[in-house]
């Protein structure tokens, strides 16, 4: 008959500390498992198992249906070579950094303007009106507005006496349109964010720093920016995740005819789409999945590194 293991002794130090704990402390010892397992299995079903797929699709040439052929670091060896793809990884750093830097400089700007202002809430709903409008919406309405020749833009500048107003829309200036109205569009949601971190800062450091002369520049800069770092610490962290992502507002507004894009308005996210769903060619999911790939270890480097940047000792007022 096989010798039944003995069940491992109980240490002088953990049962002390098992007595030590309170009944409540006990209850939720007990309530771990039933409560936490059941999120942790939906995240990793829901999260991590597509990842770990995807990843695996990047190591393979697939046309979505069929066997996979391994292929290794291949697929990303072509996608560092392809044009295509050095020119959306531009157009990503574009949306990222340069409307990143506009959107947070404007909503600096816009906080400081409506602190003090009378009917600053009716001035907050207003600047926060576009992020609750579906950006497939605001990128329609950019069309109409911007539309050449007869678009609501042009109408006006002829009435106002330019006779050869831009084209907005063509090749050499779509992008930039496009990255204005990325900026219009977004700013008004982490001016609020950064209108309700400034409602929490005392008004007697205000009246302080106005005491000792210090003007709307210094005050930011000596008071709202260091109390509200945390903030724009995790805003930061928000934009760069949202703006790796920028895929419907270049889609919609930049697509015609149910065709995609010029590959000269691609970022990482329609590089990562017309690779799988190209009507034109053969999809390559492969290729598609190593731009998903890239995407989250830049997304993961960026966050980190705007935390890195922005860390500080937490202020206490």
């Keep these: 008959m096989p010798a039944v293991a003995s069940p491992v002794p109980e240490t002088a130090s953990r049962r002390r500390q098992r007595l030590r704990m309170s009944p409540l402390e006990r209850s939720r010892r007990r309530l771990f498992v039933p409560f936490v397992y059941p999120a942790l299995l939906v995240y990793a079903a829901v999260m991590v198992a597509p990842t770990v797929f995807t990843l695996w699709i990047s190591l393979n040439h697939w046309a979505g249906a069929g066997p996979m052929q391994w292929a290794g670091l291949s697929n990303y060896t072509r996608m560092f070579k392809d044009p295509v793809f050095r020119t959306s990884f531009v157009n990503t750093f574009w949306i990222v950094f340069g409307v990143g830097v506009g959107v947070f400089a404007i909503a600096f700007l816009l906080t400081m303007l409506l602190h003090d202002m009378v009917g600053r809430k009716l001035a907050r709903a207003v600047v926060f009106f576009p992020s609750l409008v579906p950006g497939i919406a605001i990128s329609i309405l950019w069309g109409f507005l911007f539309n050449y020749p007869d678009g609501l833009v042009d109408t006006l500048l002829v009435k106002l006496g330019v ?22 569009l977004t700013t008004g949601t982490y001016t609020v964010i950064f209108m309700a971190a400034v409602d929490r800062i005392p008004r007697e450091l205000y009246e302080a720093a106005e005491l000792e002369g210090a003007g709307p520049f210094a005050r930011f800069r000596h008071v709202t920016f260091p109390l509200m770092r945390d903030i724009v610490s995790v805003c930061s962290v928000l934009w760069c995740v949202g703006a790796l992502k ?19 308005l691609w970022n ?25 790939v890239i995407v989250l270890v830049l997304t993961g480097g960026l966050a980190v590194l705007s935390r890195r940047i922005l860390r500080k000792d937490s202020v206490t007022y």
Excluded: R
Aim: proline share 9%.
């Design 163 to 184: 006779d050869h107003p831009p084209a907005w829309l063509a090749q050499d200036n779509a992008f930039k349109t496009i990255l204005v109205g990325m900026m219009w």
């Design 246 to 264: 920028t895929f419907e507002f270049l889609l919609t507004f930049s697509a015609q005819d149910g065709a995609l894009p010029s590959p000269k």
């Design 268 to 292: 990482f996210a329609m590089y990562s789409y017309g690779e799988a769903f190209n009507p034109d060619g053969v999809p390559d999911y492969g290729i598609s999945s190593a731009c998903g």
